[in-house]
């Protein structure tokens, strides 16, 4: 274990660091189960598409799972920060947030030049798929469904990967270990292969900046802006591309403009690193109220 900085209480660390962590995945598991066989059930009986219920139901329940489990295990929920927004610096964070966005919006055009090396007939389809998402239209569902992911999504997953992993892997094996680890897993539990980088580099910076502010409400909200301008993204209609030649010269370009931002990012990332206390949040907000 690092060593800690400072007069920060021992038993807060040892705390954290008894945290079952497979015990609460499979609470979040069975929570899961439970939500998707009600959902059959009452989707059954009424006749209706009620995934919109089931999925809310279970990112509304499962941040109340792992606060138990900090309780039960004499952690108090306060020790993951304070909910203020005061003197934060706002405009730098949206900042490397929206190139962040941009990366990873990016990232999703990457493949398909790649892919074409083995599958060519891959730019006929993307061009197929493209012209048939030229009209979108919002139901009920996708409307709720984007409510959730800038609600009660960012406050599930901030708290299990930043609040929850993040804490107590710091004090196992240490603060770069635990911020590559949380943000490695933060990208695999989205299985989205084309996304994975965008969502790594997303997992760091909310690491980074829940060390710099040492409140978990900043990256809940950055978290937040994410999840809502994607979604609201999928609601705009597609690029007028009527030509495999244009579909290749607008990829080409995204692809150029990806790798450019792969240095520019990565050196931000580090910037803030080496700019970041040392301690876990717990130990610094431990350190305060005491």
């Excluded at 059959?40 to 329940?61: E, K, R, S």
Aim: glycine letters at 4%; charged letters at 15%; one cysteine or more.
């Amino acid at each position: 274990m690092d060593k800690i900085e400072g007069d920060v209480p021992c038993i807060m660390g040892e705390k954290f660091g008894e945290l079952e962590i497979w015990n609460v995945l499979v609470q979040l598991f069975v929570l899961g189960l439970i939500c998707h066989i009600l959902h059959n059930i009452m989707q059954n009986i009424l006749g209706m598409d009620l995934n919109v219920v089931w999925i809310a139901t279970f990112y509304i329940f499962a941040p109340f799972i792992m606060i138990r489990s900090l309780r039960m295990n004499g952690v108090d929920a306060e020790v993951i920060g304070e909910p203020s927004v005061q003197h934060v610096p706002w405009i730098l964070l949206i900042s490397i947030k929206f190139l962040l966005i941009l990366f990873s919006w990016l990232s999703q055009s990457v493949g398909v030049p790649l892919a074409s090396l083995v599958y060519p007939k891959i730019y006929t389809e993307v061009l197929s798929l493209l012209s048939e998402h030229t009209h979108v239209s919002a139901d009920v569902n996708s409307i709720l469904m984007l409510i959730i992911s800038f609600t009660f999504v960012p406050i599930f997953e901030e708290l299990l990967f930043r609040g929850y992993l993040l804490n107590k892997w710091r004090d196992k094996i240490g603060l770069g270990k635990a911020i590559i680890m949380s943000s490695l897993l933060f990208a695999c539990v989205h299985f989205d292969i084309m996304l994975f980088l965008g969502y790594f580099a997303s997992g760091i910076f909310y690491s980074l900046v829940y060390l710099r502010t040492k409140r978990l409400i900043v990256p809940i909200i950055l978290h937040s802006l994410t999840n809502l301008v994607s979604s609201f993204t999928t609601f705009l209609p597609s690029l007028p591309l009527t030509s495999i030649e244009e579909l290749q010269s607008a990829l080409l370009v995204a692809l150029i403009v990806y790798l450019m931002l792969i240095p520019i990012i990565a050196f931000i990332l580090y910037r803030f690193y080496k700019h970041t206390a040392k301690m876990s949040p717990h130990q610094l907000n431990m350190k305060k109220s005491s």
